[in-house]
């Protein structure tokens, strides 16, 4: 089945303000019945349907942000993989990190839905960088987590900004506005001298603000330390930091 398009849905419906954005009505006007809150066993959650309709399933022990994702990348299944049988775990629904194919196209169409280019542009449009304070006004507005909201507002392209996430194993993912050169690729590893790693691997405390650095502390080619970065990151677990690297030097921006 192609992929439908979740900002012509929602603009059939009507939908002019994030706040609008209701889900259950949403899955109601696309056959899913009743969307239940019951602890399950070994997914976050799952989509049960016969022929035109369906229920969704949620554990309701997630965090209200991520049952919200886990109804819309449900919804997904629906509309792009009817007829097949879904249970999806947790890992599954990591923004930025899902390796089956299934599961990144329902990941996209969540992403999609709650996030739709009609209503996330006008407002990516009036932020002069992308910064944690900024971003989570946005992501309160949309009732998303931070990554998924942050991986929307860089596909906006309207900042040159790249996303990093590390874990204390390593580089985990990343994406970057197009505005960046593919030139510039994140290290496996972050610098001691980074502000990432002092949260990441000392427990230190998130930055209020972006702060300045060289950029040879997030870039190991060439060139790197004639040019500096802003960066800010914020926590996702004990274990895994999400580094926000916005270019300040327009040459880094060049297309050599």
Not at 50 to 76: C, M, N, Q, Y
Not at 118 to 141: G, H, M, N
Not at 166 to 195: C, I, N, Q, T
Request: hydrophobic share 40%; proline share 5%; charged share 30%.
């Amino acid at each position: 089945m192609n992929q439908p398009d979740p900002e012509r849905l929602l603009r059939s419906f009507g939908i002019e303000t994030p706040e609008e954005l209701d889900l259950e009505a949403i899955a109601w006007n696309l056959g899913v019945v009743n969307v239940k809150m019951r602890e399950l066993d070994g997914c976050e959650a799952r989509i049960v349907g016969k022929g035109d309709v369906a229920i969704i399933s949620v554990d309701p022990r997630g965090i209200p942000t991520r049952r919200r994702f886990s109804i819309a990348h449900e919804l997904g299944h629906w509309m792009c993989h009817r007829g097949r049988s879904s249970f999806c775990r947790a890992e599954d629904m990591q923004e930025g990190a899902a390796k089956n194919p299934a599961e990144r196209q329902a990941n996209t169409f969540a992403a999609r839905l709650l996030l739709p280019d009609y209503l996330l542009q006008p407002i990516a449009r009036r932020l002069p960088k992308l910064t944690v304070k900024a971003l989570r006004e946005v992501a309160d507005r949309f009732q998303t987590s931070l990554t998924a909201t942050a991986l929307r507002l860089i596909e906006t392209n309207v900042c040159p900004t790249m996303m990093v996430a590390y874990g204390r194993s390593g580089r985990l993912w990343f994406a970057k506005s197009r505005l960046v050169p593919d030139r510039w690729f994140p290290a496996s590893e972050l610098h001691h001298d980074s502000y990432a790693f002092d949260l990441l691997h000392n427990a230190g405390a998130e930055q209020p603000n972006p702060r300045r650095i060289g950029a040879d502390a997030f870039f190991d080619r060439w060139g790197a330390d004639r040019h500096d970065v802003e960066e800010q990151s914020y926590r996702v677990s004990d274990d895994q930091i999400v580094t926000l690297i916005h270019f300040r030097d327009a040459d880094m921006l060049e297309d050599r």
